[in-house]
């Protein structure tokens, strides 16, 4: 654990940057966003939480540097939460005229790093309050905003100083989620130090499925967990939600500057999706047919070609928002090899389907 700190005068909020800097792209971006913050906002102090060991100099660019190296990643669901109906799968979905593709993710892989995410909240408030500040406003180390959307930020941190939360992309979304769950985007958010007394750092998955039952949410997507945390202080407090997706609210500025490697990151790199297939939204699956999705949603250009064992090929290309299925009988061990071409990037996967693993298949897809 290291602390560097300058001396300096209390100011309203602490900001807070967050992130594993453990190489030179990741550094590079985050100091692009100290240097906007710093500029923007001349009169408030910055904190720079680390959760790699090599600060690489950036501790003497922040008002107070944080380094955090244990934590963890949480392991498999306990059987029990599984069993007994608790848990929440984590699953993706993209909506259609046509239908709704879905993509249930697997247990571990994924969003495994959850208990590191809510461990940088707390951990950023007890320094925040440990250092003078009731209120912390916590930025992704790889945000980065437009010019004159960043003013607009100022007039929220305005409002901000006399609440206990501000909150972007609160919402509730997803066919299947428990109908008591909300989630929010966590790219920044503000919060004072009464949003996080009473919590504890998490040290193992004992810890995580402790505070799972207290917060009603059993699962690891963190948009969902950080959200329920919230949740248990709402009723006492006061402050702004702000609803739909934050980029929509910020269209101009930049999310996600640096792609972590990865399943979460490749949830929807297969073109195409190979698919069960439902027509009475989710009751039923069809036991001899799989639907073949192509989709371009993020890219300005994509190519495939997909080749089989049994006479099917197609090869093409998809302009950004594009997309078409294509619905398949199930016969024997059906073999695809696939490649697409996304921003001079190859990707290849092979997969065989047959009616014994067709169920195993992570995406379905709902016809309307």
Same mark, same amino acid.
């Given at each position: 654990?290291?602390?560097?700190? +300058?001396?300096?005068?209390? =100011?309203?909020?602490?900001?807070?940057?967050?992130?594993?800097?453990?190489?030179?792209?990741?550094? =590079?971006?985050?100091?692009?966003?100290?240097?906007?913050?710093?500029?923007?906002?001349?009169?408030?102090?910055?904190?720079?939480?680390?959760?790699?060991?090599?600060?690489?100099?950036?501790?003497?660019?922040? &008002?107070? %540097?944080? @380094?955090?190296?244990?934590?963890? /990643?949480?392991?498999?669901?306990?059987?029990?939460?599984? $069993?007994?109906?608790?848990?929440?799968?984590? %699953?993706?979905? @993209?909506?259609?005229?046509?239908?709704?593709?879905?993509?249930?993710?697997?247990?571990?892989?994924?969003?495994? +790093?959850?208990?590191?995410?809510?461990?940088?909240?707390?951990?950023?408030?007890?320094?925040?309050? /440990?250092?003078? @500040?009731?209120?912390?406003?916590?930025?992704? %180390?790889?945000? *980065?905003?437009?010019?004159?959307?960043?003013?607009?930020?100022?007039?929220?941190?305005?409002?901000?100083?006399?609440?206990?939360?501000?909150?972007?992309?609160?919402?509730?979304?997803?066919?299947?989620?428990?109908?008591?769950?909300?989630?929010?985007?966590?790219?920044?958010?503000?919060?004072?130090?009464? /949003?996080?007394?009473?919590?504890?750092?998490?040290?193992?998955?004992?810890?995580?499925?402790?505070?799972?039952?207290?917060?009603?949410?059993?699962?690891?997507?963190?948009?969902?967990?950080?959200? /329920?945390?919230?949740? !248990?202080?709402?009723?006492? !407090?006061?402050?702004?939600?702000?609803?739909?997706?934050?980029?929509?609210?910020?269209?101009?500025?930049?999310?996600?500057?640096? =792609?972590?490697?990865?399943?979460?990151?490749?949830?929807?790199? &297969?073109?195409?999706?190979?698919?069960?297939?439902?027509?009475?939204?989710?009751?039923?699956?069809?036991?001899? $047919?799989?639907?073949?999705?192509?989709?371009?949603?993020?890219?300005?250009?994509?190519? *495939?070609?997909?080749?089989?064992?049994?006479?099917?090929?197609?090869?093409?290309?998809?302009?950004? #928002?594009?997309?078409?299925?294509?619905?398949?009988?199930? #016969?024997?061990?059906?073999?695809?090899?696939?490649?697409?071409?996304?921003?001079?990037?190859? +990707? +290849?996967?092979?997969?065989?389907?047959?009616?014994?693993?067709?169920? $195993?298949?992570?995406?379905?897809?709902?016809?309307?």
């Amino acid at each position: 654990m290291k602390v560097f700190l +300058h001396l300096c005068c209390m =100011s309203d909020f602490l900001f807070a940057i967050d992130g594993y800097l453990s190489n030179y792209q990741r550094v =590079s971006v985050c100091d692009e966003l100290i240097s906007q913050l710093r500029k923007n906002f001349p009169n408030q102090k910055i904190l720079l939480l680390n959760k790699h060991n090599n600060s690489f100099g950036l501790e003497s660019k922040v &008002d107070y %540097y944080f @380094y955090y190296g244990d934590g963890f /990643m949480v392991g498999k669901t306990p059987n029990v939460i599984i $069993e007994d109906g608790r848990y929440s799968r984590p %699953y993706v979905f @993209y909506k259609t005229d046509a239908g709704t593709l879905e993509n249930w993710l697997p247990d571990v892989g994924v969003t495994d +790093h959850v208990a590191n995410v809510f461990n940088g909240f707390l951990i950023s408030s007890n320094l925040g309050k /440990m250092f003078g @500040y009731e209120r912390v406003f916590r930025i992704e %180390y790889d945000m *980065f905003f437009d010019d004159e959307e960043i003013l607009e930020l100022k007039n929220h941190l305005e409002k901000f100083k006399n609440e206990d939360y501000i909150i972007f992309g609160k919402r509730e979304e997803g066919h299947w989620k428990a109908k008591h769950l909300t989630q929010m985007d966590l790219h920044f958010c503000g919060f004072s130090n009464i /949003m996080f007394e009473g919590f504890n750092v998490l040290k193992n998955d004992n810890d995580f499925w402790s505070l799972s039952d207290r917060i009603q949410y059993w699962g690891k997507f963190t948009e969902y967990y950080m959200s /329920m945390v919230f949740e !248990t202080k709402m009723k006492k !407090t006061v402050g702004t939600e702000y609803p739909g997706l934050v980029r929509d609210r910020f269209p101009k500025s930049s999310f996600d500057r640096i =792609s972590s490697s990865g399943l979460w990151e490749n949830r929807w790199l &297969d073109v195409p999706a190979i698919c069960r297939i439902s027509r009475d939204n989710g009751k039923t699956e069809s036991p001899d $047919e799989l639907l073949l999705f192509y989709r371009n949603n993020d890219l300005d250009f994509l190519s *495939f070609d997909v080749k089989t064992n049994f006479g099917y090929k197609r090869e093409g290309k998809l302009s950004r #928002n594009h997309w078409s299925y294509e619905i398949l009988p199930v #016969n024997g061990d059906m073999v695809f090899d696939c490649l697409s071409v996304q921003n001079n990037k190859k +990707h +290849h996967f092979q997969k065989t389907v047959n009616k014994k693993n067709l169920i $195993e298949l992570n995406n379905r897809f709902l016809i309307n």
